[in-house]
Protein backbone atom coordinates (compact mmCIF):
# COMPACT_ATOMS: atom_id res chain seq x y z
CA UNK A 1 0.00 0.00 0.00
CA UNK A 2 2.92 2.32 1.12
CA UNK A 3 4.34 1.70 -2.46
CA UNK A 4 1.60 2.26 -4.56
CA UNK A 5 0.94 5.77 -2.58
CA UNK A 6 4.54 6.66 -3.42
CA UNK A 7 3.71 6.16 -6.88
CA UNK A 8 0.19 8.19 -6.88
CA UNK A 9 2.03 10.90 -5.27
CA UNK A 10 5.27 10.59 -7.89
CA UNK A 11 2.87 10.51 -10.73
CA UNK A 12 1.33 13.25 -9.62
CA UNK A 13 4.05 15.29 -9.32
CA UNK A 14 5.36 14.46 -12.82
CA UNK A 15 1.98 15.20 -14.36
CA UNK A 16 2.41 18.65 -12.39
CA UNK A 17 5.70 19.11 -13.85
CA UNK A 18 4.24 17.95 -17.37
CA UNK A 19 1.19 20.61 -17.25
CA UNK A 20 3.44 23.24 -16.09
CA UNK A 21 5.97 22.81 -18.93
CA UNK A 22 3.16 23.03 -20.97
CA UNK A 23 1.86 26.09 -19.70
CA UNK A 24 5.15 27.67 -20.41
CA UNK A 25 5.45 26.55 -23.46
CA UNK A 26 1.81 27.70 -24.15
CA UNK A 27 2.28 31.07 -22.50
CA UNK A 28 5.73 31.86 -24.80
CA UNK A 29 4.17 31.09 -28.03
CA UNK A 30 1.30 33.50 -27.26
CA UNK A 31 3.97 36.07 -26.27
CA UNK A 32 5.78 35.55 -28.68
CA UNK A 33 2.81 35.76 -31.62
CA UNK A 34 1.71 38.90 -29.71
CA UNK A 35 5.27 40.10 -30.15
CA UNK A 36 4.99 39.34 -33.94
CA UNK A 37 1.56 41.46 -34.12
CA UNK A 38 2.82 44.21 -32.52
CA UNK A 39 5.84 44.36 -34.90
CA UNK A 40 3.53 44.33 -38.37
CA UNK A 41 1.53 46.70 -36.64
CA UNK A 42 4.74 48.73 -35.79
CA UNK A 43 5.80 48.49 -39.75
CA UNK A 44 2.83 49.63 -40.76
CA UNK A 45 2.32 52.20 -39.21
CA UNK A 46 5.64 53.44 -40.33
CA UNK A 47 4.08 52.82 -43.77
CA UNK A 48 1.37 55.19 -43.27
CA UNK A 49 -1.33 52.52 -43.24
CA UNK A 50 -4.52 53.41 -41.74
CA UNK A 51 -5.25 52.23 -38.30
CA UNK A 52 -8.52 50.20 -39.31
CA UNK A 53 -6.63 48.01 -41.71
CA UNK A 54 -3.60 47.49 -39.55
CA UNK A 55 -6.45 45.96 -36.81
CA UNK A 56 -7.34 43.93 -39.42
CA UNK A 57 -4.17 42.33 -40.42
CA UNK A 58 -3.59 42.13 -37.00
CA UNK A 59 -6.00 41.54 -34.65
CA UNK A 60 -4.67 44.10 -31.98
CA UNK A 61 -6.98 46.30 -30.57
CA UNK A 62 -7.16 49.87 -31.99
CA UNK A 63 -5.98 51.24 -28.32
CA UNK A 64 -2.58 48.93 -28.48
CA UNK A 65 -2.38 50.20 -32.12
CA UNK A 66 -3.11 54.05 -30.71
CA UNK A 67 -0.17 52.82 -28.16
CA UNK A 68 2.71 52.16 -30.59
CA UNK A 69 1.33 55.06 -32.97
CA UNK A 70 2.15 57.34 -30.18
CA UNK A 71 6.14 55.63 -29.40
CA UNK A 72 6.92 56.18 -32.74
CA UNK A 73 5.93 60.04 -32.87
CA UNK A 74 8.08 60.42 -29.84
Known amino acids: ?3 NLEL ?3 EMQQQAL ?3 KMEGKL ?3 LEGELKGKREVARNLLL ?6 TIIKATGLA ?3 INA ?3 QLEQ
Open 1 to 3: MIY
Open 8 to 10: TLE
Open 18 to 20: LKG
Open 27 to 29: EGE
Open 47 to 52: LNVDIE
Open 62 to 64: PEE
Open 68 to 70: LKK
